[in-house]
């Protein structure tokens, strides 16, 4: 299996700057073998690539794209604590929030854009459980937030 950043360059993408918490928490924690991200807002180049409700403002594509923006972030974050990501042995859970009109129902379908990203990413490691909950508002108005639980 290729190295995980070679195969997000195959995709033509690079694990990005972690993004800056927009409270009081920090990105990730390593506890034993575990890490765990915090919720990772679809920040690009410091800014949100999009706000509003999914089956509303955002459509279910650009829900997508949040989400594998989402991912990215969670990535970074292993990595600022880890070093390498290589050394992730397993995805063990995704949480994907998406912050959805009441009759918008394909949640699972945006947080699919996280699933696809970390299996091509972590081969058969990104392998995960998976949460994928509608919400009426998620912080600063943002369609998707993301937060992943990696062993190492």
Do not use: W
């Amino acid at each position: 299996m290729a190295h995980p950043e070679e195969n997000l360059a195959g995709l033509g993408l690079s694990v990005p700057e972690v993004a800056k918490p927009v409270a009081v928490y920090v990105p990730a924690v390593r506890s034993g073998n575990h890490v765990h991200t915090s919720g990772q807002l679809p920040m690009r180049a410091g800014e949100l690539m999009y706000t509003g409700k999914v089956g509303g403002e955002v459509s279910a594509e650009e829900a997508v794209e949040c989400a594998q923006q989402c991912a990215l972030n969670a990535i970074a974050a292993v990595k600022a604590v880890v070093g390498d990501l290589a050394l992730v042995k397993r995805v063990v859970k995704v949480v994907c929030f998406v912050a959805s009109t009441p009759d918008f129902t394909g949640q699972p379908g945006v947080a699919n854009g996280v699933s696809e990203l970390l299996g091509t990413v972590f081969g058969d490691a990104g392998v995960h459980a998976r949460s994928a909950v509608g919400v009426p508002v998620l912080p600063l108005d943002a369609p998707v937030e993301v937060e992943i639980l990696v062993e190492v």
